[in-house]
Nanobody, 121 residues
Framework: QVQLVESGGGLVQAGGSLRLSCAAS????????MGWYRQAPGKQRELVAG???????NYLDSVKGRFTVDRDYTKNIMYLQMTSLLPEDAAVYYC???????????????WGQGTQVTVSS
């Protein structure tokens, strides 16, 4: 129905940078929110950064000033630019989108498969 595909994860040294991408496709009528979540082993999944259809953004306190989320509306791709990475940032990063698949439907949340970010000290 709706597919979200993340890419850009990998191994980086502390202090380095990565840019994650999330491409949305399928039966999409409208998206009012897209966000990046992460989950480290033994911890709950948490919202890292989100962006609304009006380009309002919000960030986890611990990543403010280091991460930037933006969205390309022509391609339906969301990005997360991560700089000054810390070992604590290591996790599987997931893309989520709040999607309306048709004018007659309500809003539903879809998730990507996740991409691994590993930060070495």
């Amino acid at each position: 129905q709706v597919q979200l595909v993340e890419s850009g994860g990998g191994l980086v040294q502390a202090g380095g940078s990565l840019r994650l991408s999330c491409a949305a496709s399928g039966s999409i009528f409208s998206i009012n929110f897209m966000g990046w979540y992460r989950q480290a082993p033994g911890k709950q999944r948490e919202l890292v950064a989100g962006i609304t259809s009006g380009d309002s953004t919000n960030y986890l306190d611990s990543v403010k000033g280091r991460f930037t989320v933006d969205r390309d509306y022509t391609k339906n791709i969301m990005y997360l630019q991560m700089t000054s990475l810390l070992p604590e940032d290591a996790a599987v990063y997931y893309c989520a989108a709040n999607v309306r698949t048709a004018v007659t439907t309500g809003w539903k949340t879809f998730w990507g498969q996740g991409t691994q970010v590993t930060v070495s000290s």
